[in-house]
């Protein structure tokens, strides 16, 4: 079994290479910011998904409902106070 990303099996094996040694040369700070910036992005992609799915709803529903996208539904209800089975 692979357990290579699919962008290593079907990335030529030169641009694999400068991919890899320009990572080397990046400070774990950049990595970092890397990662951060993702998060943000997957966010904002699931809270443009809740606006799409549930128009006019407010922002406060937008944040809670894309919340519950990852958040298990006990920690919701503890955390927030919401229960996303309640508001299906």
């Not at 099996?9 to 774990?28: G, H, M």
């Not at 298990?72 to 508001?87: C, N, Q, S, T, V």
Request: proline share 6%; aromatic share 10%.
């Amino acid at each position: 079994m692979n357990h290579e990303p699919d962008f290593v099996r079907d990335t030529d094996a030169k641009a694999l290479k400068v991919f890899y040694e320009i990572q080397r040369q990046r400070s774990p700070g950049e990595k970092a910011n890397d990662v951060f910036e993702l998060t943000d992005w997957m966010i904002q992609l699931a809270e443009r998904g809740v606006r799409t799915r549930y128009p006019g709803i407010g922002e406060r529903e937008v944040f809670l409902r894309a919340c519950a996208l990852r958040i298990p539904r006990d920690l919701m209800i503890k955390a927030y106070g919401w229960d996303p089975e309640a508001h299906g």
